[in-house]
Structure formats: structure tokens, C-alpha cells
């Protein structure tokens, strides 16, 4: 299987301080995808890294991937309330494969 | 900024009734797709269709799943006798290009099988 999991499950934090999410996957993967979803809303596109990069930069996040461990970063800086949310990472294998979700991590940050 | 649009935001349908799922790709897009999320529970692949058919189906996409491209506009998402599992939000999502490409996702559909 392309799945992998995102670490921690859940992580709460203070406003102003950093949030780090994790996500792992057992496969070669084409791409990786991470996305937001605000409680029972749509998902958000965030960040798209490619198998052959290792970092990507959008605002405040910063995405990692290291190919060799099969894992992912997403790292908020100086978050705020209004990152409360779930972060999914989504892993595109090789060979033209649908995205594959992880069970995401549900971020509160605390004003 | 472009988006994937979908109706309804929710419908609550009685077991064994048929359900349509519409959704409006972003228009330069050819690559569509059906996702579903169980409450509580990860995003999960429907379907994918490119080119007037489906280049690729999940074991969730059963008989009782079909989709369609009716104009040049719209993708729908049928389910044919909706069961109380069918109950999820329904995620439609498209991409310019396939294998690499970013997939945009819409608000989704709640469905409630009662």
C-alpha cells in the first residue's frame, strides 16, 4: 500500500509558536500533496512537492521531503488561530496512481 | 481564483433512492476525479475520468456508482440506490494534467442516507 500516516494525530499549540506534522509512506511516490480542511469543509491545496525536491516554501510553511526515509514535513511558523485545522498529506505513486490521504493531524492553535 | 464547485452542499435522501452529485470542474482542467470522506475517517479515492471515460476506479466504486461528463461543463456523480454506508461527504476535484499535477478539491456534497 501507497498509505502512509501523518504524526502526530493531533498537536495543540500556543499562538506564536511553531507546528510541525510529520507524514510517512511505504512506497516510490510521483509527488506529495498537503492539504488543509477547516472542520467539515472542502480541502485546501497547500503545498505539491515533487519526488525530486526536498524543500518548498509558500508564505508561512514549509514543506520537506526526504525520499531516502520516506517522509514528509509541514512546518506553520508563527501560527494562529485561524491555522486551526487538519493537515492531510496525500502521496501520488508512481505509475499515474489516484492521490492516497493519510488520516491527517488536527492542529489547534490556542490564542 | 478559479475553483471546483459543487451542489448540493448537502442532501438528506431515504434508503434505495437514487442520488446525483453535481460538480463544476475548474473549466481549463481535464482530469476529474470523486473522492468521499466517512465522518471521522480519511479521504478516500472514488473514481478518476479523462477523456470521456474513467481511467481508474477504486474497489468503493461499485455497480451502484456511476459518473458522467453530460456537457462541457459539468461532471456528475451518480449513486443508484444509495445505502445507509453511502453516507459521506463527496469530494469532486480536477486537475489541468494528470500524473504530477496539483488536484484542486471542492467544498464537497454531505450525504445523509437515512
Known amino acids: 500500500s501507497q498509505q502512509g500516516e501523518e504524526d502526530p494525530q493531533a498537536l495543540s499549540i500556543q499562538e506564536g509558536e511553531n507546528a510541525t506534522m510529520n507524514c510517512s509512506y511505504k512506497?516510490?511516490?510521483?509527488?506529495l500533496q498537503w492539504y488543509r480542511q477547516n472542520s467539515g469543509r472542502g480541502l485546501v491545496h497547500l503545498i505539491l512537492i515533487r519526488s525530486n525536491e526536498r524543500e518548498k516554501h509558500s508564505g508561512r510553511l514549509r514543506v520537506t521531503l526526504d525520499t531516502s526515509k520516506k517522509s514528509s514535513s509541514l512546518l506553520i511558523t508563527a501560527s494562529r488561530a485561524a491555522d486551526t485545522a487538519s493537515y492531510f498529506c496525500a502521496k501520488e505513486g508512481t505509475g499515474n496512481t489516484p492521490l492516497v490521504f493519510g488520516k491527517g493531524t488536527r492542529l489547534s492553535v490556542i490564542a | 481564483e478559479p475553483e471546483v464547485t459543487q451542489t448540493p452542499s448537502h442532501q438528506v435522501t431515504q434508503m434505495g433512492q437514487e442520488v446525483i452529485l453535481r460538480c463544476v470542474p475548474i473549466?481549463?482542467?481535464?482530469?476529474f476525479y470523486w473522492y468521499r470522506q466517512i465522518l471521522g475517517q480519511k479521504v478516500e479515492f472514488l473514481v478518476s475520468?479523462?477523456?470521456?471515460?474513467?481511467?481508474?476506479k477504486s474497489e468503493i466504486f461499485d455497480d451502484q456508482f456511476s459518473v458522467e461528463r453530460p456537457d462541457g461543463s459539468n461532471f456528475t456523480l451518480k449513486i443508484r440506490s444509495t445505502k445507509l454506508e453511502d453516507s459521506a461527504m463527496y469530494f469532486c476535484?480536477?486537475?489541468?494534467?494528470?500524473?504530477?499535477?496539483?488536484?484542486?478539491f471542492g467544498e464537497g456534497s454531505w450525504l445523509t442516507v437515512v
Open positions: 512506497t516510490s511516490i510521483n509527488n
Open positions: 476535484a480536477s486537475s489541468v494534467g494528470g500524473a504530477g499535477n496539483t488536484i484542486y
Open positions: 473549466s481549463n482542467h481535464l482530469y
Open positions: 475520468f479523462y477523456n470521456n471515460e474513467i481511467s481508474e
